[in-house]
Antibody
Framework: EVQLVESGGGLIQPGGSLTLSCAAT????????LSWVRQAPGKGLEWVSI???????YYADSVKGRFTISRDTSNNTLYLQMNSLRAEDTATYYC???????????????WGQGAMVTVSS | QSALTQPASVSGSPGQSITISCTGT?????????VSWYQQKSGKAPKLIIF???KRPSGISNRFSASKSGNTASLTIAGLQAEDEADYYC???????????FGGGTKLTVL
């Protein structure tokens, strides 16, 4: 069964750093496309970062230069390193497995349960 | 301000059908047959219910259907059930620069 399990969320002060982890089971990270999608409290969905199977990384303008997506294929885990955190980064962060249509993003096929990040002093 | 426009809320009685619209532009919905829809129940992660515009993943009820006309995609839920009460989000591929865009979500209330 394909499953994604996030960890690493918590309360962090503005300007601080935090790293989220997403353990994947049932498939190989190295041959798939993955993303982080976030949802601020009471708000809609926003894609944050996308990692292609060839290693290409993409970021939303709101996090570019502050967040870094990466993967460790030895333990099949996806990461999101978040630096210079701001109050507006407060959200539940979901790890997702992406389905592709050739070179285009088809859909966010599988979602983890989410990790809550609260940025507050 | 979300890139795709959805109504904030819709409602219907059990057994009725409802339709949720999702309006984009020539640069997203209008250019690609890659609209997806997600159901999010309270306190849970979103769940894919429609992909490639009108296809249902395994296990999704055929009461859920979707279509597209021009720059607007639509999700229809037939035979409403209490368990359908949730937030629904549309999403579209938007090319190699913007990648994907989401709608702001629609809260479905089953009366």
């Amino acid at each position: 069964e394909v499953q994604l399990v996030e960890s690493g969320g918590g309360l962090i002060q503005p300007g601080g750093s935090l790293t989220l982890s997403c353990a994947a089971t049932g498939f190989s990270l190295s041959s798939n496309y993955l993303s982080w999608v976030r949802q601020a409290p009471g708000k809609g969905l926003e894609w944050v970062s996308i990692l292609y199977n060839n290693g290409n990384m993409y970021y939303a303008d709101s996090v570019k230069g502050r967040f870094t997506i990466s993967r460790d294929t030895s333990n099949n885990t996806l990461y999101l390193q978040m630096n210079s955190l701001r109050a507006e980064d407060t959200a539940t962060y979901y790890c997702t497995l992406i389905s592709m249509m050739v070179v285009a993003i088809d859909s966010f096929r599988v979602w983890g349960q989410g990790a809550m990040v609260t940025v507050s002093s | 301000q979300s890139a795709l426009t959805q109504p904030a809320s819709v409602s219907g009685s059990p057994g009725q059908s409802i339709t949720i619209s999702c309006t984009g532009t020539d640069n997203d919905i209008g250019s690609y047959n890659l609209v997806s829809w997600y159901q999010q129940k309270s306190g849970k992660a979103p769940k894919l219910i429609i992909f490639e515009g009108r296809k249902r993943p395994s296990g999704i009820s055929n009461r859920f259907s979707a279509s597209k006309s021009g720059n607007t995609a639509s999700l229809t839920i037939a035979g409403l059930q209490a368990e359908d009460e949730a937030d629904y989000y549309c999403c579209s591929y938007a090319g190699t620069i913007r990648l994907v865009v989401f709608g702001g979500g629609t809260k479905l209330t089953v009366l």
